[in-house]
Nanobody, 118 residues
Framework: QVELVESGGGLVMPGGSLKLSCTASGIIFSFYTMAWYRQAPGKQRELVASITSGGGTNYADSVKGRFTISRDNGKNTVYLQMNSLKPEDTAVYYC????????????WGQGTQVTVSS
C-alpha cells in the first residue's frame, strides 16, 4: 500500500518560514520524481517545485529564491523549505510522487494547509 504522509503546515506571519515534509512508503523512492503542488481556494492546483532522484530541481517563478526543495533518499522523504512567505502562498500543499521508471504513475498525499496571515 502506497502512502505519502505530509507534515509541517500551519499558520505563519508574512515574512516567516515553514518546512514541509513528505514521507513515502510502499514505493521504490528512487524510481520517482518528487514534487510539491499547491491549490488555493478557487484556483487550479499548480506545481511549486520538483526534484528528481538525482537531485535536479525545478521551481515555479513565483517561489524562486524563497523556496527550496530537497530529498533524503535514505529516509524516503522530500522537504520544502519555505522562506519569506507571502499571503499569496496560502494554499493546501500536496506532495506528489511521479514514477519515471517503467510506466508513468502518480501518487498524492492528503495535503497540508499553509496559511500566511498577520
Amino acid at each position: 500500500q502506497v502512502e505519502l504522509v505530509e507534515s509541517g503546515g500551519g499558520l505563519v506571519m508574512p515574512g516567516g518560514s515553514l518546512k514541509l515534509s513528505c514521507t513515502a512508503s510502499g514505493i521504490i523512492f528512487s524510481f520517482y520524481t518528487m514534487a510539491w503542488y499547491r491549490q488555493a481556494p478557487g484556483k487550479q492546483r499548480e506545481l511549486v517545485a520538483s526534484i528528481t532522484s538525482g537531485g535536479g530541481t525545478n521551481y515555479a517563478d513565483s517561489v524562486k529564491g524563497r523556496f527550496t526543495i530537497s530529498r533524503d533518499n535514505g529516509k524516503n522523504t522530500v522537504y520544502l523549505q519555505m522562506n519569506s512567505l507571502k499571503p499569496e502562498d496560502t494554499a493546501v500543499y500536496y506532495c506528489n510522487a511521479h514514477r519515471v521508471i517503467l510506466a508513468p504513475l502518480d501518487y498524492w498525499g492528503q495535503g497540508t494547509q499553509v496559511t500566511v496571515s498577520s
